[in-house]
């Protein structure tokens, strides 16, 4: 079969019979109505009127203007804008449901030819293939012969203007034709003018969504930036879940938990109004294992957001979301990082939209994530220093105790002997000037340690190494401490290289923490070695949780607040471990059978 428009226009056109007489001039007119009813843009409302008119004008039984669509899923058709019957006879409900799609693939003949800019008549008899089918089977009773005008501009073809007869063979005359192109440009303008409009309503949407999220996103920044508690946190959170539209918003926080591994817990929530997340639904996320969202986790982990209806998920994280008490359709989450670590998401849920984000909003939530990081970095930051200064607090307490207890003597003694110096015998004058000594030299054993650490701080402390005799100083610092015979030395003698001064003060602290928390039986132990000389000081007491063995060498801890001991300032360890590393050595504990150790090593 030929063309069908090549049939008709063999067939010529001017050769059918001649239309009635007033017809051209029904058509002109008719083009003139529709040039200004779609000029006057009256919206779809334009439209219909301008295929009233041409129905009328043109004396077909049916009008119809068609839309170009690309659908995603379905392919390239055309959907029907607007359609007119002559009066009795309208078409079917489930013919009007077939055309809000048809594939152009149904009707390649037609296709071709608007697709070249021209226009296609035809009469369904002579149609072949998969456009006479659909004719047949769909519109018959209408469409016996059709014309279709391309609506299109600058080469973009955009959809068709056709008109159709019940009876075969009508032919239309050139002048008709051109006539009614010039309503399918018009047709072409009109719906260009729309789609600018659509864009321009479209982008002024966006900015102002922007806009209002950029204020937000001011907002909360500066309710973070000013702020201290949760209560920042929750308002800059509702700035935000405001101005993004979500049902609910969320901070969560990461954590390491003993038993269920890496979990995500609830922070701070908030809902839309009239939205409250329930009992049942903060029991449900207070504490989730990272492993039940796999997905998220992957995403999130590697720093990026992570955007998702709950139908995209699979497996246990889908049946996470769907057995919630309030079940969402769809979520984004945006991980806070600190100095490198995932600290927790900020997410934004909807219930009843599946939403998807755009990324310029998702770059304004990654804002917000890190400002919320920055927040949580200053908190902590503020906790670690209010932790710091009630330490210090507490370290001047303890101080000034220790230092009191002495002073005291030292001051009680020496006003006695001052009131009456000829009162007392000479033997009472050297016990009370032994005791002065005594405590005086204990204050300075304190302030010494003090001292280290001060500029241990700040990297001054200096040793002067040279070889000493260990065990005339070890005897002098226990005889310090202890009666005569309470402590044995076991070892050979030996020799090592350190600061005698500095060694005496680690010794005297070893002696008196042995003495102050240590057991009954106190001995010490020289090994000298090859390179190292080590020197132990044991005692049989109950010895440190095996969870603070390192930490008591920490700056004033200690761990008889839980052994029930008295105050003290947590230095004496301390200050030795730096002293025997400034000299080369070091100081550690450990627990041998039923004896607590500190092990010296010193160089040889
Ligand atoms: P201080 O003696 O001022 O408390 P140290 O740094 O010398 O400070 O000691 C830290 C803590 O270690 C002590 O408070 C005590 O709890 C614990 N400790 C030290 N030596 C012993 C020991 N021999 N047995 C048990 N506990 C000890």
Redesign the pocket.
């Known amino acids: 079969m030929k063309p069908v428009s090549e049939t008709l226009a063999a067939d010529g056109r001017g050769e059918t019979p001649p239309p009635a007489v007033e017809r051209p001039v029904r058509i002109e007119r008719a083009v003139a109505v529709a040039a200004s009813t779609l000029l006057a843009d009256e919206g779809d409302d334009g439209i219909e009127r301008v295929l009233d008119v041409l129905l009328e004008a043109t004396d077909t039984d049916f009008v119809f203007l068609d839309r170009n669509v690309h659908d995603p899923e379905r392919g390239f058709g055309f959907t029907n804008v607007a359609a007119r019957c002559r009066p009795g006879l309208e078409l079917s409900s489930q013919v009007a449901d077939i055309f809000t799609f048809v594939p152009w693939s149904r009707l390649p003949h037609s296709r071709q030819g608007l697709e070249e800019g021209r226009a296609v008549a035809f009469t369904v008899d002579e149609l072949e293939g998969p456009e006479r089918c659909f004719y047949r089977d769909v519109v018959e009773t209408v469409t016996r012969s059709v014309v279709k005008l391309p609506v299109g501009r600058r080469g973009r073809w955009m959809g068709v203007l056709g008109f159709a007869r019940t009876e075969a063979g009508h032919r239309w005359s050139d002048d008709d034709l051109d006539l009614l192109g010039t309503v399918a440009s018009l047709i072409a303008t009109f719906w260009e003018r729309q789609e600018l409009d659509e864009a321009r309503t479209t982008s002024m949407a966006a900015m102002a969504r922007r806009i209002e999220m950029e204020h937000a996103l001011a907002e909360a920044g500066r309710m973070l930036l000013l702020g201290h508690g949760e209560d920042s946190l929750r308002q800059a959170l509702e700035a935000l879940r405001r101005a993004t539209g979500a049902s609910f918003a969320f901070v969560n926080t990461c954590e390491d938990d003993p038993e269920l591994g890496p979990v995500i817990c609830s922070h701070v929530t908030v809902a839309a109004p009239g939205l409250v997340a329930t009992v049942a639904d903060w029991e449900y996320w207070r504490r989730v294992p990272w492993s039940r969202l796999p997905t998220a986790y992957r995403q999130v982990a590697q720093g990026r957001a992570f955007a998702f209806t709950i139908d995209e998920l699979n497996g246990k994280e889908r049946a996470w979301y769907e057995q919630a008490p309030t079940r969402i359709r769809s979520e984004v989450k945006i991980p806070i990082f600190i100095g490198g670590d995932l600290a927790g998401i900020i997410g934004f849920s909807d219930l009843s939209r599946a939403r998807t984000w755009d990324r310029q909003d998702l770059l304004l939530l990654a804002t917000a994530a890190r400002m919320v990081g920055v927040f949580w970095d200053r908190m902590r930051a503020k906790e670690t220093l209010e932790k710091l200064v009630r330490s210090k607090d507490e370290f001047v307490a303890a101080v000034s105790h220790?230092l009191r207890t002495p002073l005291t003597a030292v001051v009680g003694l020496a006003q006695e002997l001052r009131s009456d110096l000829g009162r007392f015998s000479r033997d009472e004058l050297e016990e009370f000037v032994g005791l002065i000594a005594d405590q005086a030299t204990e204050v300075a054993h304190i302030v010494e340690d003090l001292l280290v650490v001060a500029r241990a701080d700040i990297g001054q402390v200096n040793v002067a190494p040279t070889r000493v005799e260990i065990r005339p100083e070890l005897e002098r610092a226990l005889a310090a401490v202890f009666a005569d015979g309470e402590v044995t030395v076991a070892g050979d003698p030996a020799t090592v290289t350190a600061d005698p001064r500095r060694l005496r003060q680690i010794l005297r602290?070893?002696s008196?923490?042995?003495r102050?928390?240590?057991g009954p039986r106190v001995e010490v132990r020289v090994r000298p070695g090859d390179g190292v000389t080590i020197i132990e000081?044991r005692?049989d007491?109950?010895?440190?949780p095996p969870e603070?063995r390192e930490r008591?060498?920490e700056p004033y801890?200690?761990?008889?607040d839980i052994?029930g001991?008295p105050a003290?300032?947590?230095?004496?360890?301390?200050?030795?471990r730096q002293l025997a590393r400034l000299m080369d050595g070091d100081l550690v504990y450990l627990r041998d059978g039923s004896w607590?150790v500190?092990r010296l090593t010193l160089p040889s």
């Open positions: 220790e602290n070893l008196t923490n042995a102050r928390y240590g000081v005692d007491g109950e010895g440190i603070l008591i060498f801890r200690t761990a008889h052994m001991q003290s300032v947590g230095l004496g360890l301390t200050v030795s607590s500190f």
